[in-house]
């Protein structure tokens, strides 16, 4: 088994390097020595089915895995029934692109609180999930993963406990395990080894060995405030955390197989290759 890393989007380098266009990607990250990509969707499902397929057919070629975030918009957890509906379409059109693409995991942002509670959001978001999962099966597509996000800010539906408790409604919804974002809600809790440890056993413990091996993550240091996340930087930051190396020799010793994305600012795809770098010669050393 072994983790696999990957980009959230192009870096800055992609244009440099002389890449044009989104049929370029998996060109660009076999050339970046990584192993997966995340489509970014966030502002609206914009890519077409053939282009999809067109995407999805090179990254075969080239051995690149495919995931796409969902748009930021979509709101599970809404007070007003026409936006959680709404958010079942965005999920579906997500659903729809990745599995155009070849891939079979899509990222979603649940929402915020709002003013209701925090018990009352999760009410909502786990029944527009399970609305969710339902259109995913009348459309064929029942095998695509929806990923639920833990997220960086304060008000926003999200901590590592909800994303659990969403996951438990089916087998098939994979969690992904935001460090940076769990990092800047709670203003920096993952300094040790153990605080990281206590972060994938909660996952083992709640979901399962199949999930616990097999999450999906997304890892940048984070600039935070009192409110959580304020913007993401790159791992040249020394201020911020989280600090990748302790989650990287965790997932040697449990072996798990996650996927990483990185979503550094304009560095993503050269602080992916740190990470898959660091982690393959721990896992050498491991082996000795």
């Given at each position: 088994?072994?983790?696999?890393?990957?980009?959230?989007?192009?870096?800055?380098?992609?244009s440099k390097l002389g890449f044009k266009n989104s049929l370029d990607v998996p060109e660009f990250?076999?050339?970046?020595?990584?192993?997966?990509?995340?489509?970014?969707?966030?502002?609206?499902?914009?890519?077409?089915?053939?282009?999809?397929?067109?995407?999805?057919?090179?990254?075969?070629?080239?051995?690149?895995?495919?995931?796409?975030?969902?748009?930021?918009?979509?709101?599970?957890?809404?007070?007003?029934?026409?936006?959680?509906?709404?958010?079942?379409?965005?999920?579906?059109?997500?659903?729809?692109?990745?599995?155009a693409m070849g891939g079979n995991r899509i990222i979603v942002h649940t929402g915020s609180c709002?003013?209701?509670?925090?018990?009352?959001?999760?009410?909502?978001?786990?029944?527009?999930?399970?609305?969710?999962?339902?259109?995913?099966?009348?459309?064929?597509?029942?095998?695509?993963?929806?990923?639920?996000?833990?997220?960086?800010?304060?008000?926003?539906?999200?901590?590592?406990?909800?994303?659990?408790?969403?996951?438990?409604?089916?087998?098939?919804?994979?969690?992904?395990?935001?460090?940076?974002?769990?990092?800047?809600?709670?203003?920096?809790?993952?300094?040790?080894?153990?605080?990281?440890?206590?972060?994938?056993?909660?996952?083992?413990?709640?979901?399962?060995?199949?999930?616990?091996?097999?999450?999906?993550?997304?890892?940048?240091?984070?600039?935070?405030?009192?409110?959580?996340?304020?913007?993401?930087?790159?791992?040249?930051?020394?201020?911020?955390?989280?600090?990748?190396?302790?989650?990287?020799?965790?997932?040697?010793?449990?072996?798990?197989?996650?996927?990483?994305?990185?979503?550094?600012?304009?560095?993503?795809?050269?602080d992916a290759k740190q990470m898959k770098d660091y982690y393959i010669n721990f896992s050498k050393?491991?082996?000795?």
């Open positions: 088994m072994a983790a696999i890393f990957g980009p959230a989007g192009t870096s800055d380098s992609f990250v076999v050339r970046m020595g990584l192993d997966c990509f995340e489509y970014q969707c966030g502002r609206g499902v914009n890519i077409g089915e053939e282009k999809a397929k067109l995407l999805g057919e090179k990254a075969k070629e080239k051995g690149i895995k495919l995931s796409l975030h969902a748009p930021y918009y979509i709101s599970m957890s809404s007070v007003e029934e026409e936006k959680r509906l709404n958010s079942v379409n965005y999920i579906l059109a997500s659903a729809k692109a990745v599995k709002g003013k209701i509670s925090r018990e009352e959001a999760l009410i909502l978001a786990i029944d527009t999930m399970k609305l969710s999962l339902t259109a995913l099966d009348n459309e064929g597509l029942g095998d695509v993963h929806i990923c639920p996000e833990t997220m960086g800010k304060v008000n926003q539906l999200g901590t590592l406990y909800e994303v659990l408790e969403l996951c438990k409604i089916d087998e098939r919804l994979i969690p992904c395990i935001d460090f940076g974002h769990l990092n800047a809600r709670d203003l920096g809790c993952l300094n040790e080894k153990s605080d990281f440890e206590k972060v994938l056993l909660s996952v083992k413990n709640e979901l399962g060995e199949f999930r616990f091996k097999n999450f999906h993550s997304h890892f940048s240091k984070i600039e935070y405030t009192t409110g959580g996340e304020k913007r993401h930087l790159t791992f040249e930051d020394n201020v911020y955390g989280p600090d990748f190396e302790p989650l990287m020799e965790l997932i040697y010793k449990y072996d798990c197989s996650p996927t990483f994305i990185c979503e550094s600012a304009g560095t993503q795809a050269e050393k491991g082996a000795i």
